[in-house]
C-alpha cells in the first residue's frame, strides 16, 4: 500500500498451494499492468485483516482496490477456482470494466440519515462523494472510533464549532464540519490513521486534504485558526 502503484489486485483463496498456482496464472496480467495494479495473493483464513478491510465474506474472490479513493471492487468467480485455478480471462475482463468505469463498488456504510438534527453534520460511506467531495465548498471532518478516548472528549467542542459555522455567514454557505465513525463506514480517504483524526478536505484541491496536527491541542480557535489558514475559502469563523 506505500508503493507507487495506484491499484492492488487481491486473489483470496483457499490454501498456500492455491495461493502458489494463482500466483503463476495471474503473472501475465500482472506484467499486461506493470504501472497500474500490483497482483498478489493470500490465504484468507490467516489474513483477518484484510478480509475485514476489503469486506470480503467469502472466497476465492478477485478485488481490486483503488488506494486513492480506498474503494473496493469484487468478482466472485462464475465457475469454481479449484485449486487456485484462476479463470484469467475473467479477471481481464473484469480490469477492463474496472478502467471504463463500469463497476460499482463494495462499500461499507450505516444507513444514510433521514434528517440532520445537529449542525456537526453525520456522513456515512453512502453519502461520503456528496458532501466531503463537494468541491465547492471546504469540509472539516472528524474521523473517529467508538474505542477513541479522546474523540468522545472532543465531541461536544465539535458540536459547538459546526454551530458557530452554522451561524456565519460565509461559513455556512462555504464550509461543511463533519464527523465520520470509521469503524461503520468507508471513508474515500485511505491515509487515515490514528484518532481522533481531523483533516480539511479543500475546495478544488479534493484530492489533496490537509491534515490537523492533533498534538497542539484541541479548542474552536484552533480549528478555526487551521479553518482559515487552509481552507480553499479562507472563512474566519472569528472564534
Known sequence: MK?????LGYILVDSAADA???????????????????????VGLTFERLVDEMLVKKWPVFILHELATNL????????????????????????DRFYAGALEPVMKSEPIPETQDSALIKVVGLTYKDIVLDDGKDVFVEYYIEECGPCHVIAPL????????????????????????????????SNIR?????????????????????????????WAKFLKDNGTHGVDLGL
Open 20 to 42: 502458489e498456482t494463482a500466483r503463476t496464472a495471474i503473472l501475465p496480467l500482472a506484467r499486461k499492468y506493470p504501472s497500474k495494479i500490483q497482483f498478489g495473493s493470500a
Open 158 to 189: 465539535l458540536v459547538k464549532f459546526a454551530e458557530a459555522n452554522a451561524a456565519h455567514e460565509r461559513g455556512s454557505k462555504l464550509v461543511t464540519v463533519a464527523t465520520m465513525n470509521l469503524e461503520e463506514n468507508d471513508a474515500m480517504d
Open 3 to 7: 508503493g507507487s502503484v495506484p491499484v
Open 72 to 95: 473496493k471492487y469484487h468478482l466472485d468467480p462464475s465457475t469454481p477456482w479449484e485449486g487456485g485455478n484462476l479463470d484469467v480471462d475473467e479477471i481481464a475482463a473484469f480490469v
Open 194 to 222: 490514528g484518532f481522533p483524526n481531523i483533516k480539511l478536505y479543500r475546495a478544488g484541491k479534493k484530492s489533496e486534504p490537509v491534515s490537523y496536527n492533533c498534538e497542539q491541542g484541541h479548542g474552536l480557535s484552533k
